[in-house]
Structure formats: C-alpha cells, structure tokens
C-alpha cells in the first residue's frame, strides 16, 4: 500500500523582476536539494522563468505557485493571473508569435517543449498555466496523471493550516484533508497530526480513521476534516467539520460533506456516507478558503485536461483570499 503525504505551494506575487529572479533561484535550490543534473535544473529554470517573465510583461495580479511533488520525483510550476488573457493560444504557442515588438516570440512554443508536461487554460478574465519537468528518464504514472492539488498558505504566514494525503490500495483510493483551525504553525501541527493518524490505518474504515484522528489531534487547536475512498463503483466519505467535497461529471454533481463537529475536541457518532460513483467523473476536495458557490458546469470542460489545471482553476477563481486554500483533484482512470 502507497501512502503519499500531500505536497504544498509556495506562493511568489510577479509584481516586479525582482520577484522573477526569486523564482528562478527557488526552483534552483529544489532541483539542486534533489540532486537534478544541470541540463534537467536548467530546463527547469528556464520553464519558470519564462512563465515568471510573461506575467510580469503581459499579466495583471500574476502569481507562480511552485512545489516540489516529491512522491513523482517532478517539480511543478503554475503560472496564474487576473487578465487579459491570450486572445489565440494556438497562434501564442507558435515559435515566432509575438504581441510584442522587443520579443522573439518563442517563449510559450519553447516552454511547452521543454516541460514534460504542460497544459493552458486562458479567457479575458485571466490564464492559468501548469508546467511540470522531471529529471530524463523518470516516466509519468498513472497516479500522477489523475491526481492534482494546489495547497496555498494565506499571507504572511509562512506555512499552512491545511494539509492533505492519499493512500492507493489496489483499485482503491482513499483521500483525506484537515484543515486546521485559523492558520499558521498552530493549525498546520493540528492538520499534520491528522496525517499522520491517517498514515497508521489508511485502509481501516473510514470512521475508525477519523477516530484515530480524533485521539490524535487531542491537545491542538483540533481540525476539520473529512476522508473519501474511492471505489470501483461507489464512494464512501467521513468527516467532522466544514472540509467540503464534490464528484462531477459534465452531466451532473453530487456533494460529499462531514458532520459537524471538530476532530480533537468535540464530534459526533461518526457516519460513513456511501453513494453511486459516476463513471468519467473527477472527485474534487476543498477546504473552506474556496467559497463554497462555484459552479461545476462551469468546470466541466476542464475534465479530461490535467488534473492540476483543475484544482488550479477552481482554486484561484474561487479563493476567499483570507484563509489557507487547499483544492485536491482525483479522476477517474477511465477519464484520463
């Protein structure tokens, strides 16, 4: 059994170059931490300083998200921003294409073709790009593929209050995400004591996990959380507190939500939920930084597109700017 304790972003606002030549140096210092070669940390550099570069010439209210996702040895960058969006993607991926007269104009052509992975959202409201590279000879898995998730600290603090993992047991998958209460290292040693519970029984029942949870967390500020397991054809989920979760296709939804309480100090008698799980859909868990009126439908085109691409969206058109932001995304296979 694989269990993967869920990765986080650093947030890097591109409102001068300054800001550029820090993300250059901060995916340096992560490829160099994972013994990258220079041709692999130099085709990373180059990704990140491009994305960096086009916010800071062409966006308004540009950030870079960057993580390391460790568990598939590749680094990640997402390139986010308010407008005003690229008016033709197929002709700005062209080498030469240029809406500036200083530009050679192979800045997103390139881009794409050094990053193994790569995908572009973008309309007049803003665009969204995911960027991934491994080191040469590192192969992309299936998980992989299917799994995205954006965990953002809210300003200044210097970690977050949320925190996330996945175990896969055969054809099962089990996701769980706790949100610590208020934000900062307080909440984040709650949400990783919820980690690490889940860590010891991740394919125990998922009331008995959110009871070891609970005896975990005893003594911190306490969490919400909530657990789903994924399987063949249905979807299970337990949880205490306001963590929220959807399953969707482009037909349709259905939530998944906790009881109330908060793990730690004070639940209920914990109930298991279980219902039909949609084929072709995309499970997508949130924690209460994401505002809880964002429409599917308005989603749907995005699900056979990268996983990461998705959580990305959701999160950074429906943050409530003001608390810690988690979106975890899991397709199903046969949507891949």
């Known amino acids: 059994m694989e269990v993967i304790r869920g990765w ?31 041709t692999d940390a130099g085709r990373l550099a180059i990704v990140a300083t491009e994305l960096a570069t086009n916010l800071l010439r062409h966006a308004r209210e540009g950030q870079m998200w960057v993580a390391l996702r460790a568990p598939f040895d590749e680094i990640e960058v997402i390139a986010v921003d308010r407008g005003p969006g690229i008016e033709n993607v197929t002709e700005a991926m062209r080498d030469g294409a240029s809406t500036r007269q200083d530009s050679a104009g192979t800045g997103l ?19 969204i790009g ?27 603090e210097p970690v977050s209050g949320d925190a996330w993992a996945l175990s896969e047991d055969g054809g099962q998958s089990t996701v769980i995400v706790a949100d610590g ?6 909440a984040a040693e709650a949400a990783q004591a919820a980690l690490g519970a889940f860590a010891e029984v991740p394919s125990e029942p998922l009331d008995r996990v959110l009871h070891r949870c609970h005896g975990a967390l005893q003594g911190t500020r306490g ?30 939804e259905r939530s998944l939500m906790g009881q109330h ?14 219902q039909e799980r949609p084929q072709h859909s995309a499970l997508v868990m949130y924690t209460d930084g994401i505002t809880t ?8 085109g995005l699900l056979a597109r990268d996983a990461t691409l998705l959580a990305a969206a959701i999160l950074w058109h ?12 899991l397709q199903a296979e046969e949507a891949l």
């Open 261 to 274: 309480g908060t793990v730690g100090l004070q639940i209920p008698t914990l109930l298991v939920s279980s």
């Open 318 to 329: 429906n943050t409530r700017s003001r608390d810690d932001a988690t979106v975890i995304v």
């Open 223 to 252: 969490a919400a959380v909530l657990a789903v397991r994924t399987l063949a054809d249905a979807l299970q989920s337990c949880g205490a507190g306001n963590v929220a979760a959807r399953v969707f296709t482009g037909l349709g």
């Open 130 to 156: 995911v960027a991934r590279v491994r080191p040469v000879g590192a192969a992309r898995t299936v998980l992989s593929r299917k799994l995205g998730a954006v965990c953002l600290a809210v300003p200044p």
């Open 8 to 38: 986080g972003h650093k947030a890097f606002p591109i409102g001068d170059a300054s800001r550029v030549g820090e993300v250059r140096r901060h995916v340096a210092q992560l490829a160099a931490a994972q013994g990258w070669t220079d």
């Open 293 to 300: 009126r964002w429409q599917t439908k308005d989603y749907a």
């Open 181 to 186: 209460l208020g934000h900062g290292v307080l």
């Open 109 to 127: 052509g390139a881009l794409a073709r050094l990053a193994d992975d790569f995908d572009l959202l973008s309309s007049p409201a803003g665009t």
